[in-house]
């Protein structure tokens, strides 16, 4: 019964959005409500988590991957590329100086 409570849980809710006290709280109520034993509700909690983080970083890359292909496509400069060629700049520039 627990295990399919918990299945449901998972598919129902969009983890990866939850914050860490959002998802800990919605754990414990469905542990009360389940009157599962602490340790299954330790687990439950613990796997709730743990795919919560695990959504939110898919999301994340996904995003970032989304913004990179974004800036390459609009052919905007990226930081690490702006950085480079303002040391190079500033290299040019000393040797120009001397």
């Known amino acids: 019964m627990f295990e399919t409570l918990e299945k449901a849980v998972f598919a129902s809710i969009g983890v990866g959005y ?53 800036l390459d496509k609009a052919d905007i400069a990226r930081n690490a590329k702006v950085e480079a060629l303002e040391k190079r700049i500033a290299e040019l520039e000393k040797k120009a100086g001397q």
């Open 18 to 70: 939850m914050a860490k006290e959002k998802v800990e709280e919605i754990g414990k109520k469905i542990i009360a409500d389940a009157k599962v034993s602490e340790e299954q509700g330790k687990q439950f909690i613990d796997e709730l988590l743990k795919k919560s983080e695990g959504a939110r970083m898919a999301v994340e890359k996904m995003v970032n991957d989304a913004v990179g292909a974004a």
